[in-house]
């Protein structure tokens, strides 16, 4: 055989100069041939004959020959050590050139060299894109969407170059989206869907992309596979129905999109979707909750949704998932109540039907990401002062935050523990509230929450914290001390860097604990005047004021 592909090889260096076709043709079928038997030794050959220089030239629309000749290239390209020689021989742009031809066996063969150069190469891919391949390639589908072997050869391209960021664009400019529904349509095998929803998902990351695939009816299939598929264990028609129901949660990110779904709450696909939530398929339960979270995104639908049950539903759906549930499905129900919270009129609604007694029955949950949607939903509810006191005095509540606090390897628990202890102070301006939270050991975390990175943080706690020693400064004296209060106080009021809400917080709190014997001899040992009269003349009005009284003030305790 050796010996046979040196002949070859030799014979088609002569044949590429003469372009003798019959001769050509003859050279291709043996190489072919050959790489079918061993084709990383064929490829090893053929790359120390030097011959893919010569591949260039034959790459012609007019040759009968360039099918074969796109073959072979796709063949070798099968090796990675073959990709670099083969964009080294020029072979990218004279490829792409033919992803123009009438010819079907030239196109595929084509797009499989293409696709083999390529592979797992983004900048390769990359420069695919920028040579206006995407186009190219939709068209062509629109175009051969009878031949099987072209249609996929399409959809493993769109796959590849679909999960770089720059095609998005490219791709949004074309009809690819009503393409790839007309094409999802005629498909009944399971593994040509699934082609086609590999190429959907990351396209449809994409909010214009989104958009498009909605108006193309993508929507309506997916929920016709969801009703298709629901009730079987076959795994391929559960793997479907996952990936479908996904798919759907993934349109809804778009804000368009969304909006357009939802259709003011009377829309057909939102109605579909609120059935999800009571069936008894996790897959379906976990999609519609997430469904919901995302409809949730304004204040107009949330209003609507609230208004016509959607918490009751969310209620006995968390209510099912209680004991040993299913956390994915905890969360998402989580996030749809927390969403549905943040407008002002619902949260008393909310509160009435009873959600943070739902929401408290999964206090003893291990999972962060349910600490951390359960703790946002507490904090979304409590505006209320009389919500904000029950669930204040709840010492089973307060000691699980003071646990939380400390949930060093998760920093969004820990934040969020802090901001609702803080919250529960400031909405509820109640001592036993106060008295809770120090006799559970909140008092320290507050005190460090004044020093965080983020501004709406530290105020938070500054305002709890001038609560705590206006009510209670008695009581909270000993933990404020301890946890070394005076000392950063002085240190944010020097800090240049300091917001001046946060310094005309902490004058403010400096005013206040001057009621506690032993907080006032701190403050008086750190030469708080010093850093007080130099903030009398800082550019912002209320700092200035605020700097006077408070110089006032501890001349006159000094």
Not at 49 to 74: D, E, H, M, R, Y
Not at 217 to 241: F, N, P, R, T
Not at 282 to 292: E, M, P, R, V, Y
Request: net charge negative; charged share 25%; glycine share 6%.
């Amino acid at each position: 055989m050796a010996d046979n592909l040196s002949d070859t090889l030799k014979k088609l260096k002569i044949t590429a100069v003469d372009k003798t076709e019959d001769s050509l043709e003859g050279c291709l079928d043996c190489l072919l041939q050959a790489l079918a038997q061993n084709n990383t030794e064929t490829s090893e050959k053929m790359h120390g004959s030097g011959i893919l220089q010569l591949f260039a030239s034959l790459l012609t629309p007019q040759s009968s020959c360039t099918a074969k000749v796109a073959n072979v290239i796709a063949e070798v390209a099968k090796n990675e050590f073959m990709r670099v020689p083969c964009v080294d021989a020029g072979l990218i742009s004279p490829l792409v050139q033919l992803l123009n031809s009438k010819d079907q066996e030239v196109l595929l063969q084509t797009g499989r060299a293409l696709g083999n150069i390529c592979y797992d190469s983004h900048s390769l891919q990359a420069q695919l894109i920028n040579m206006g391949v995407i186009p190219t390639l939709v068209k062509l589908l629109g175009i051969h969407c009878q031949n099987a072997a072209l249609t996929e050869m399409c959809l493993v391209a769109f796959g590849n170059l679909a999960e770089l960021e720059s095609s998005k664009e490219q791709f949004a400019s074309t009809n690819i989206a009503e393409e790839l529904v007309k094409l999802f349509k005629k498909q009944i095998e399971h593994d040509k869907r699934e082609m086609i929803f590999e190429v959907l998902a990351p396209l449809a990351e994409n909010d214009a992309i989104k958009l498009q695939l909605v108006e193309a009816g993508l929507v309506e299939c997916l929920l016709e596979i969801v009703q298709q598929k629901v009730d079987s264990d076959k795994e391929d028609d559960i793997a479907e129905l996952k990936t479908g129901s996904d798919l759907m949660v993934l349109l809804l990110l778009g804000d368009e999109s969304m909006q357009k779904l939802f259709e003011g709450g009377k829309g057909n696909v939102f109605q579909r979707v609120l059935s999800w939530i009571p069936s008894n398929n996790h897959q379906l339960q976990l999609a519609g909750a997430l469904a919901i979270a995302n409809f949730a995104r304004n204040d107009g639908n949330c209003i609507h949704m609230v208004d016509n049950g959607i918490v009751e539903k969310l209620m006995d759906l968390l209510d099912r998932h209680v004991e040993d549930g299913n956390v994915t499905v905890q969360h998402a129900a989580l996030s749809a109540l927390r969403n549905l919270a943040i407008p002002v009129v619902n949260k008393a609604k909310m509160l009435s039907a009873g959600v943070t007694g739902a929401v408290l029955k999964f206090l003893k949950s291990e999972m962060p990401p349910v600490q951390f949607k359960l703790l946002g939903t507490l904090r979304m509810l409590i505006d209320a002062q009389e919500a904000a006191e029950q669930l204040g005095k709840n010492v089973k509540l307060v000691e699980r935050l003071v646990e939380w606090c400390e949930a060093k390897d998760h920093a969004g628990v820990m934040g969020e523990s802090n901001r609702l202890l803080s919250a529960l102070i400031r909405h509820s301006k109640s001592k036993d509230v106060i008295k809770t939270i120090v006799q559970s050991g909140g008092i320290k975390h507050l005190v460090t929450m004044a020093t965080s990175e983020h501004v709406i943080m530290q105020n938070e706690a500054l305002v709890a914290l001038a609560l705590i020693a206006a009510l209670e400064l008695g009581t909270a004296e000993k933990d404020l001390e301890s946890a070394k209060l005076v000392q950063i106080l002085h240190r944010l009021l020097a800090d240049e860097r300091s917001a001046p809400e946060i310094k005309y917080n902490s004058m403010v709190l400096i005013c206040a604990l001057m009621g506690s014997e032993s907080l006032h001899k701190e403050v008086q040992d750190l030469a708080f005047l010093d850093v007080v009269s130099k903030l009398r003349s800082h550019e912002n009005k209320s700092v200035a004021q605020q700097a006077s009284l408070t110089e006032q003030r501890l001349a006159v305790e000094s």
